[in-house]
């Protein structure tokens, strides 16, 4: 392979060939399966949402039923996965608990028959239904608490802040959550995406395929950066802190959080939507200081590097709408794994109808023919 064609993180180089996401970086466009994100926002639901991402239609109204039904039905786990998780340090950062609870699943659902549509869809049900389930177990139990059984008459989103809080979330809450996640659920070739298509292209379980990319979407600059956000806002103090703090980045060429994108060179679609459900939840519940510090650290921001195309993108606001939630900060990221489960689905099953095993190469730079010094010698 010549060293031209070398790109470092495979930057600007196609991996695959996907239906199922199109953004436009420079219009700030996001499509699921061809349907605007606002629309879906507005309009759908988090499970119709993955729904369409996996199977590629909107479904009708007794496959969403069916779908929602079994979904519903699947939310429990195991005792044996819940003791297990019992013995996981509370100290431990809830997206490691998740990686491994998720790769516990395959222990226990371990047959593999990715030629099987009941198997794939069993898989995507499980897992759809289980994610958050062991997100909100970790949750309580770090706090020396029993985890909350799922609430069967509670929907998708209702259901996991019930699970988190100990009590039915507000209309209002479920609501904007649900969104949260739609928006969350896909965002085509991406760090984890690629973990999970590399990692299915072995033809291993989904399980192995989640896990694998949970433990990617952890790093502070993929997922991880939504926590980060809220520290900096923390550090930051005020408003009147923002430009300094923008202008100390810039000079010592650190990053800020929350902005900046590698395909997105203006506002992420998905942060216009954000801001707007944090101002509903301000709007009901009371603001939040943070808020204030958030925009004017935008607003200096755009001023200094907007020309560079560097914006807000999707983690910049979600922090402050799951603080209003009364989401801890370090489940940020492991909300934002609840919701990708259904984008990694679509492209563990894509992937799946036309496989060839990820096998790229590598130009070797190291030392050739050394000669071998005895340990004695060393
Ligand atoms: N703050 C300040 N400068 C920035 C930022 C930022 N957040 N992002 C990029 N730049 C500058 C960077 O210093 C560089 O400047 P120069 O050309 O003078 O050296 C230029 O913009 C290009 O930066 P890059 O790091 O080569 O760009 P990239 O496409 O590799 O970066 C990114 C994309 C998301 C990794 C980066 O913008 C970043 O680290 N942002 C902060 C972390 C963050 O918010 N991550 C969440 C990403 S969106 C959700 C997700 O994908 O999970």
Same mark, same amino acid.
């Given at each position: 392979?010549?060293?031209?064609?070398?790109?470092?993180?495979?930057?600007?180089?196609?991996?695959?060939?996907?239906?199922?996401?199109?953004?436009?970086?420079?219009?700030?466009?996001?499509?699921?399966?061809?349907?605007?994100?606002?629309?879906?926002?507005?309009?759908?639901?988090? %499970?119709?949402?993955?729904?369409?991402?996996?199977?590629?239609? %909107?479904?009708?109204?007794?496959?969403?039923?069916?779908?929602?039904?079994?979904?519903?039905?699947?939310?429990?786990?195991?005792?044996?996965?819940?003791?297990?998780?019992?013995?996981?340090?509370?100290?431990?950062?809830?997206?490691?608990?998740?990686?491994?609870?998720?790769?516990?699943?395959?222990?226990?659902?371990?047959?593999?028959?990715?030629?099987?549509?009941?198997?794939?869809?069993?898989?995507?049900?499980?897992?759809?239904?289980?994610?958050?389930?062991?997100?909100?177990?970790?949750?309580?139990?770090?706090?020396?608490?029993?985890?909350?059984?799922?609430?069967?008459?509670?929907?998708?989103?209702?259901?996991?802040?019930?699970?988190?809080?100990?009590?039915?979330?507000?209309?209002?809450?479920?609501?904007?959550?649900?969104?949260?996640?739609?928006?969350?659920?896909?965002?085509?070739?991406?760090?984890?995406?690629?973990?999970?298509?590399?990692?299915?292209?072995?033809?291993?379980?989904?399980?192995?395929?989640?896990?694998?990319?949970?433990?990617?979407?952890?790093?502070?600059?993929?997922?991880?950066?939504?926590?980060?956000?809220?520290?900096?806002?923390?550090?930051?103090?005020?408003?009147?802190?923002?430009?300094?703090?923008?202008?100390?980045?810039?000079?010592?060429?650190?990053?800020?959080?929350?902005?900046?994108?590698?395909?997105?060179?203006?506002?992420?679609?998905?942060?216009?939507?954000?801001?707007?459900?944090?101002?509903?939840?301000?709007?009901?519940?009371?603001?939040?200081?943070?808020?204030?510090?958030?925009?004017?650290?935008?607003?200096?921001?755009?001023?200094?590097?907007?020309?560079?195309?560097?914006?807000?993108?999707?983690?910049?606001?979600?922090?402050?709408?799951?603080?209003?939630?009364?989401?801890?900060?370090?489940?940020?990221?492991?909300?934002?794994?609840?919701?990708?489960?259904?984008?990694?689905?679509?492209?563990?099953?894509?992937?799946?109808?036309?496989?060839?095993?990820?096998?790229?190469?590598?130009?070797?730079?190291?030392?050739?023919?050394?000669?071998?010094?005895?340990?004695?010698?060393?």
């Amino acid at each position: 392979m010549s060293v031209e064609l070398y790109r470092p993180g495979l930057e600007g180089i196609p991996a695959a060939k996907s239906s199922i996401s199109f953004i436009d970086g420079k219009q700030g466009l996001l499509e699921y399966r061809g349907i605007r994100i606002e629309k879906l926002a507005e309009q759908s639901s988090f %499970l119709e949402t993955s729904y369409l991402l996996i199977w590629g239609e %909107l479904p009708s109204q007794s496959e969403l039923r069916a779908f929602e039904h079994d979904i519903r039905y699947h939310r429990r786990i195991k005792y044996r996965i819940r003791d297990m998780m019992k013995c996981f340090p509370e100290s431990g950062h809830p997206m490691d608990a998740l990686q491994a609870s998720a790769a516990a699943l395959g222990l226990f659902y371990s047959r593999r028959a990715l030629d099987d549509p009941t198997y794939i869809r069993n898989a995507v049900v499980r897992l759809l239904a289980k994610i958050p389930t062991m997100v909100a177990a970790f949750q309580l139990m770090r706090k020396g608490n029993d985890p909350v059984q799922p609430c069967d008459d509670l929907d998708y989103a209702a259901n996991f802040l019930y699970m988190l809080n100990e009590r039915e979330p507000d209309e209002l809450a479920a609501h904007v959550f649900d969104v949260c996640l739609t928006l969350h659920a896909e965002h085509s070739m991406n760090a984890s995406t690629f973990s999970a298509m590399v990692t299915a292209s072995t033809l291993t379980d989904p399980y192995a395929v989640i896990a694998s990319a949970v433990g990617t979407l952890g790093g502070p600059l993929h997922g991880g950066a939504n926590e980060e956000v809220i520290e900096m806002l923390e550090q930051i103090g005020s408003p009147e802190n923002a430009e300094a703090y923008v202008d100390d980045c810039v000079k010592n060429k650190k990053k800020i959080m929350g902005f900046g994108h590698r395909v997105y060179k203006v506002k992420d679609p998905r942060a216009t939507i954000l801001q707007d459900l944090a101002e509903k939840l301000f709007a009901k519940f009371g603001g939040d200081r943070y808020y204030e510090i958030a925009l004017e650290l935008e607003r200096i921001v755009e001023d200094r590097l907007g020309s560079k195309g560097i914006y807000a993108n999707v983690d910049f606001y979600s922090g402050l709408v799951y603080r209003k939630l009364g989401i801890p900060t370090d489940l940020f990221t492991p909300i934002f794994a609840i919701a990708r489960v259904a984008g990694w689905l679509a492209h563990w099953k894509e992937q799946l109808e036309e496989n060839r095993i990820f096998r790229p190469t590598q130009i070797y730079s190291g030392q050739r023919d050394r000669a071998y010094t005895p340990l004695s010698e060393r």
